[in-house]
């Protein structure tokens, strides 16, 4: 239990911070209805814990050995999540999210997976946080610690989509075009910075 509970609290510090997968779960929680905002959370969640799983285990490890890995995600990555931020912006709002476009479920949850996946840094840092944890463990202890790692993913994007599908109601349309806009910039500029640092590995 005294691991679960350390992996539970490693697992929110890991994923409190304001970044890519939480921007992507509050505008999908904001922009459609609660089942999809449910969906949203639910799928953020699965990879977020994907990811962890591998950083646990030492994926972080190959990226850091294959430079043209860590190149080629960063080129995916970035380009995948400029054209995240572009449709954000492009999207129109409904006062009534109950009527607006259902967001499909191959769409959602490519979506995810990019804003979990397609960051090489998150992988590289995740490895080096969750490894270092992982090596200090016992070794029939440490599965405890990871599932409570897990449990605080599935806990923090599903309750953060509840939330904010909550308070959504309250947002009026124009509201959430501003939102958009912002959460839109704000990943646009995220894509360019992975662009950026591609660029600065090349020369």
């Not at 779960?25 to 962890?52: C, E, M, P, W, Y």
């Not at 479920?105 to 490519?110: E, T």
């Not at 998150?122 to 992982?134: K, P, Q, V």
């Not at 939102?179 to 910039?185: D, F």
Request: glycine share 8%; with cysteine; aromatic share 14%.
């Amino acid at each position: 239990m005294y691991y679960f509970l350390q992996g539970t609290l490693m697992g929110f510090a890991y994923v409190a911070p304001i970044g890519m997968q939480n921007m992507f779960v509050i505008n999908g929680a904001l922009a459609h209805s609660r089942k999809q905002a449910v969906l949203v959370g639910l799928s953020v969640a699965f990879f977020d814990v994907t990811l962890a799983l591998s950083c646990f285990y030492g994926i972080g490890a190959l990226m850091d050995h294959y430079d043209w890995l860590k190149k080629l995600v960063l080129l995916i990555g970035s380009l995948i999540i400029i054209y995240i931020g572009i449709s954000l912006i492009k999207a129109k709002t409904d006062v009534n999210r109950q009527e607006s476009s259902v967001l499909s479920l191959r769409k959602l949850v490519v979506s995810a997976f990019v804003v979990t996946w397609f960051n090489p840094q998150a992988l590289i840092d995740g490895t080096m946080m969750l490894g270092a944890f992982r090596v200090s463990l016992p070794t029939d202890d440490a599965h405890f610690f990871i599932i409570g790692v897990a449990f605080a993913s599935f806990i923090w994007f599903n309750g953060l989509a509840l939330t904010s599908s909550f308070f959504g109601n309250l947002i009026k349309g124009k509201v959430l075009r501003y939102l958009n806009l912002a959460c839109g910039s704000v990943i646009i500029i995220y894509g360019l910075l992975l662009m950026l640092r591609l660029i600065q590995m090349i020369v």
